[in-house]
């Protein structure tokens, strides 16, 4: 198992009851669990945007290279995280 190091993050009122939510439904055994599972699903979202898929290079000021999606707006039934 790898090493955890602890970190501090602030969230705003809605992502704290976001992530106390998923915890209160059975889902997640900690808040933890939940940023970790997060985590993972932007890093994955991220990696998929840099291998090029229908994407343009960004040019931004973070200047972190990542290539930007083109798309619309999401369905709200996107944003849920099923078990």
């Known amino acids: 198992?790898?090493?955890?190091?602890?970190?501090?993050v602030s969230l705003t009122e809605p992502l704290?009851?976001?992530v106390d939510e998923q915890v209160q439904s059975g889902r997640f055994q900690t808040g933890s669990e939940v940023v970790r599972a997060a985590?993972?699903?932007?890093?994955?979202n991220l990696q998929g945007l840099v291998r090029g898929h229908g994407q343009e290079r960004?040019?931004?000021a973070d200047g972190i290279g990542l290539a930007k999606e083109k798309r619309g707006p999401r369905p709200?039934?996107?944003?849920?995280?099923?078990p």
């Open 16 to 18: 704290r009851d976001f």
């Open 76 to 82: 709200a039934e996107a944003h849920r995280i099923e």
């Open 39 to 44: 985590l993972r699903l932007l890093q994955d």
């Open 1 to 8: 198992m790898p090493t955890k190091h602890a970190l501090n």
């Open 58 to 60: 960004a040019d931004d």
